[in-house]
């Protein structure tokens, strides 16, 4: 605090007699020297007011320090969206069972018709709000560069809560993550977060919480490394396998794996065309175990790759044409909401890759300001092994279709109102099928 300099009085009276002797005054020394305490009295009380007033200031900043809610110099934000959702879904080959699909398209979730008797198709109505979210983020300046945070809540895939009377649902961790940018060009990121591999810019913008089935879609635990176009990331692994079990196929999901996923991604512009390449490698692994869980009796490890190519090209109209495509023996988990698995044990123990794919494309038109559309085309298959290398092969999926087809209305800055058409097809190794035709209408406001 600056220190306030102490006032006299004698600059100030050889100041007023020199304006009194400047102006001829005949005033007696008496007067002059009455003026002169005058003076000298009102300036004591200004600097005693001056002093209550520094201290009153000391003490507010004090308080201010102990209810702030940040640290000083911490640039603080909140936002997020408030979206409500109407679906109205046709199963034609029955009740899926499984709530979630009712929820946004889960690809793997669609119903196919039975292998045995016949099956009629179901329809339902879900009205949500479960897709709000919101978010909290932080930036630090320091000597060393900015420092940021983010943490960010949703409501979806909660199992507390029911339709019955209060329709409350518990939030779940989407993204938690601190970033050090210490270059203009350089960071590290650590936290939760989506995975390095999936440029998700170039996700259309449907109202479906997801959308196209062949869509890389990934959020988990990483660090990453960012240098110019360039990224680098050691991300959480998880292997997700079918297996043999009495003469079926079943899944089991490990956490067998010593390696971390590793991901490089480079990311790249042309004009108004902004795209990204992105590599993965993954090591698979499972272990079973003695009952008491003290020693294998069985395990095994096996690497597979994935590469994806993603962009979005803008127009001047504010129109944008976006793209992916993926390839690789153990995409997996990362496909489609696990639309396939990682691959399968086969009957000697070993672990077996499988080569998947997806892609879609979009186009997004904007009328005019006021509405847009918009149209995603999308594709997904895995080369599965045959009966003779994994006994009954049924019931894997070989491939899945989907199409998207909305209108909004733009009122307002940051809110929609509109309609989606969603189609989606799944397709099973043994030639069972099941389709999905789905009407949404969503409102949309973020702040």
């Avoid at 929820?103 to 045995?116: G, M, Q, R, W, Y």
């Avoid at 490990?254 to 042309?270: C, F």
């Avoid at 108004?272 to 698979?284: D, P, Q, T």
């Avoid at 123990?349 to 879609?360: K, L, N, P, Y």
């Amino acid at each position: 605090m600056r220190t306030i300099r102490a006032f006299t009085a004698k600059p100030v009276a050889a100041a007023v007699l020199a304006a009194l002797a400047s102006s001829g005054s005949m005033a007696s020394n008496h007067d002059v020297e009455g003026r002169i305490a005058e003076l000298e009295r009102q300036l004591a009380e200004l600097k005693t007011m001056m002093a209550t007033n520094t201290a009153a200031i000391e003490s507010n900043a004090e308080e201010i320090e102990v209810v702030r809610p940040i640290r000083k110099g911490t640039e603080f934000k909140y936002g997020g969206y408030v979206q409500l959702d109407s679906l109205t879904t046709d199963y034609e080959e029955g009740d899926p069972g499984n709530r979630l699909i009712d929820d946004f398209l889960v690809p793997s979730l669609i119903p196919v018709e039975p292998k045995e008797g016949s099956s009629d198709n179901f329809v339902d109505t879900n009205i949500h709000a479960k897709s709000s979210r919101f978010y909290f983020t932080t930036a630090t300046p320091t000597d060393v560069g900015t420092i940021s945070s983010r943490v960010e809540l949703d409501f979806m895939l909660s199992r507390n809560g029911d339709e019955r009377i209060s329709n409350s649902w518990n939030s779940r961790i989407r993204h938690a993550f601190v970033k050090w940018q210490y270059a203009d060009d350089a960071s590290i990121l650590a936290g939760q977060t989506w995975s390095t591999f999936f440029n998700v810019a170039a996700l259309p913008d449907t109202f479906d919480f997801v959308g196209p089935v062949g869509t890389i879609f990934d959020r988990q635990p990483l660090v990453r490394w960012t240098k110019g176009p360039w990224q680098f990331a050691i991300e959480n692994p998880a292997t997700r396998l079918n297996e043999v079990n009495g003469g079926l196929p079943g899944i089991r999901l490990d956490d067998a794996e010593d390696l971390p996923d590793i991901v490089a991604r480079y990311n790249g512009k042309a004009g108004n065309l902004a795209w990204s390449f992105a590599a993965i490698g993954r090591e698979l692994g499972y272990e079973d175990r003695s009952v008491s869980n003290s020693f294998k009796v069985d395990s095994d490890e096996e690497f597979g790759y994935g590469l994806s190519l993603a962009g979005k090209w803008s127009f001047d109209n504010k129109d944008d044409l976006r793209f992916m495509a993926s390839y690789g023996s153990a995409l997996g988990r990362y496909l489609g909401l696990n639309s396939f698995n990682d691959g399968y044990i086969a009957d000697d123990g070993s672990i077996e890759t499988i080569d998947q794919w997806g892609a879609f494309v979009s186009y997004q038109h904007y009328w005019n300001p006021k509405w847009r559309s918009l149209l995603v085309l999308s594709a997904s298959g895995a080369d599965n092994p045959s009966e003779s290398e994994f006994m009954d092969t049924d019931s894997l999926n070989e491939s899945y279709q989907s199409v998207h087809l909305n209108l909004a209305y733009l009122p307002a800055p940051r809110m929609s109102i509109g309609g989606e058409l969603i189609y989606a097809h799944r397709e099973l190794e043994d030639g069972r099928e099941g389709d999905l035709y789905r009407i949404q209408f969503a409102i949309k406001h973020a702040f």
